[in-house]
């Protein structure tokens, strides 16, 4: 499978689960922006579940995600997106 047919199934998977097709910072926060509050709230609340599951099963990714970080860096976004995007490849 070729790398652009694995970003789409990666984004179509993505969207079947109810998560934002976001692959980098900037993508990510201009989709939230353009939801409505209601769907970005629920968006938003699936996406931290990822993550966090992810960080709860791996204590060494926990300073790179921001765990219990109230106000996340980029790169601590950057870091998030690539743990969710990398459990969905691993789907795919």
Request: glycine share 4%; charged share 30%.
């Amino acid at each position: 499978m070729t790398i652009s047919k694995k970003i789409i199934s990666l984004k179509i998977e993505m969207i079947q689960q109810g998560i934002v097709p976001a692959l980098s910072p900037d993508e990510l926060i201009s989709m939230f922006e353009s939801m409505s509050h209601k769907d970005r709230k629920i968006a938003k609340r699936k996406f931290r579940k990822l993550w966090r599951k992810f960080a709860k099963k791996n204590p060494d990714y926990v300073f790179a995600l921001g765990y219990g970080n109230s106000n996340p860096s980029k790169t601590n976004i950057k870091n998030r997106i690539g743990v969710v995007k990398s459990q969905f490849l691993k789907k795919c």
